[in-house]
């Protein structure tokens, strides 16, 4: 089955600074993509998703790019503030053993620091 | 309304015991999830039901029950709880061709 790996797992960068949290999968019929952001006791939350290769997603100062080819989803933060330190999930939509199954990576703590 | 519910928050069990946790959502998704989630690891996909059809994943079969008596409510049941269950289980919902699943805050689950 999919399998996804994420990658840093713990990510600590100053105020201002910019972050990369990177994802590779194994499925080539995966189709849709997501990133989602965890603050300490609370849900998972959507952050963004992407469904076209090659696709650039903005938003609330990340940037999301897929390549298909290289199968591999990164997010990227290009001015962190405190409010991002959380953690991260990126996750993959396969339709697997008969049904839309997703999988997801172990997660990025990311820490900004003051 | 996104919010998914789910109830207890955190869960004490002894070993041996039955656990049941609610969850439930007002989005009239057709699809809700059960997920385990142990620390440093991925959620991982216990079962999930769509519409009134329950799917188990393989690896798990045996040790997760489930009910959905409505499109509202999902609950998850272990009927004899082992120390390895202890873990948050979060709860999610979609709508069917819309992909995006949307989380609970999750129960935490401590088996003593």
């Known amino acids: 089955g999919e399998q996804v790996e994420q990658r840093p797992p713990h990510l600590s960068v100053r105020e201002g600074d910019s972050a990369v949290i990177t994802c590779t999968y194994t499925d080539p019929n995966s189709y849709y993509f997501f990133w989602y952001k965890q603050e300490p006791g609370a849900s998972l939350q959507l952050l963004m998703k992407?469904?076209?290769?090659?696709e650039i997603n903005e938003g609330q100062g990340f940037t999301v790019l897929l390549n298909k080819k290289d199968k591999r989803l990164s997010l990227n933060l290009t001015a962190a503030h405190p409010g991002d330190s959380a953690a991260y999930f990126c996750?993959?939509?396969?339709?697997?053993?008969?049904?839309?199954?997703?999988?997801f990576g172990k997660g990025t703590q990311l820490i900004i620091q003051p | 309304d996104t919010t998914v519910k789910q109830n207890p928050r955190y869960k004490l069990a002894r070993v041996g015991k039955p656990v049941n946790l609610i969850c439930s959502q007002t989005?009239?998704?057709?699809?809700m999830y059960w997920y385990q989630k142990k620390p440093n690891q991925a959620p991982k996909l216990l079962l999930f039901y769509y519409d009134k059809i329950l799917n188990r994943e393989a690896d798990t079969f045996e040790k997760f029950q489930s009910s959905r008596p409505n499109n509202s409510f999902c609950s998850l049941y272990i009927g004899s709880a082992g120390l390895e269950y202890s873990a948050m289980y979060l709860c999610?919902?979609?709508?069917?061709?819309?992909?995006?699943?949307?989380f609970g805050p999750g129960t935490r689950l401590t088996v003593l």
């Open positions: 989005m009239n998704h057709d699809t």
């Open positions: 999610a919902s979609s709508r069917v061709g819309n992909y995006e699943q949307y």
């Open positions: 996750a993959v939509s396969a339709w697997t053993e008969g049904a839309d199954r997703l999988t």
């Open positions: 992407v469904f076209s290769s090659t």
